[in-house]
């Protein structure tokens, strides 16, 4: 198994409790704007990309359209990338909720196959039209059994 990988997730049609992997569906090259003035990746644009990336799954994992970052929490950024470079986001769900579902998010650079960024908690929360929290109806297993599809 690819040690990008937390350690223990099996996955198969045969573990009905799994926890899913870690997904890595979207990559972005490094490109000027993408810089700060020190010329490395510009923090601010990762977490921009990162936001992105994780509503887009919270909406494809919850199936409703209308959910907002809540919560997020410490950044750990374990190294950086430069101008030219792929990096590629990945995220894992951890928690559901009745509102709220919770991903784990790692980037990496697959130029220098180093881990970018880590971020143990981003959470979601499903609205209704008054843009008050609203249940989603969603459960741990939904989204594991999901998981296969998305
Ligand atoms: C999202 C928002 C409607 C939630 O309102 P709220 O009064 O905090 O709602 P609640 O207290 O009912 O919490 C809603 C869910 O968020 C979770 N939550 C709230 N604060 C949290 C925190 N600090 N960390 C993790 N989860 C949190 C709750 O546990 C709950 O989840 P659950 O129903 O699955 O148990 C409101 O905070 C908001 O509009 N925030 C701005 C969101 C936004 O604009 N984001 C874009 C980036 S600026």
Same mark, same amino acid.
């Given at each position: $198994? ?6 223990? &997730?099996?996955?198969? !049609? ?7 992997? $870690?997904?890595?569906?979207? @990559? ?24 992105? =990336?994780?509503?887009?799954?919270? $909406? ?33 769900? !951890? &928690?559901?909720?009745?509102? !709220?579902?919770?991903?784990?998010? =790692?980037? @990496? ?8 960024? @880590?971020? /143990? ?7 209704? /039209? &008054? /843009? ?5 109806? &969603?459960?741990? /297993?939904?989204?594991? @059994? ?5």
């Amino acid at each position: $198994m690819s040690p990008y990988y937390g350690a223990g &997730k099996i996955v198969g !049609s045969l573990y009905s409790t799994i926890d899913e992997i $870690m997904k890595f569906y979207s @990559r972005k090259l490094i490109k000027p704007g993408d810089l700060n003035a020190n010329n490395t990746l510009f923090g601010g644009q990762l977490l921009k990309w990162i936001d992105e =990336e994780a509503g887009i799954y919270a $909406m494809s994992k919850l199936g409703r359209g209308k959910v907002v970052t809540k919560y997020i929490s410490e950044i750990d950024f374990v190294s950086s990338g430069r101008q030219g470079d792929i990096i590629e986001i990945g995220l894992e769900f !951890s &928690k559901i909720g009745r509102t !709220s579902i919770t991903f784990r998010c =790692e980037v @990496r650079n697959i130029v220098t196959k180093q881990t970018i960024i @880590r971020i /143990e908690k981003i959470v979601f929360v499903n609205l209704d /039209e &008054k /843009e008050r929290p609203a249940p989603h109806g &969603k459960t741990r /297993e939904d989204i594991i @059994r999901d998981a296969r599809v998305f």
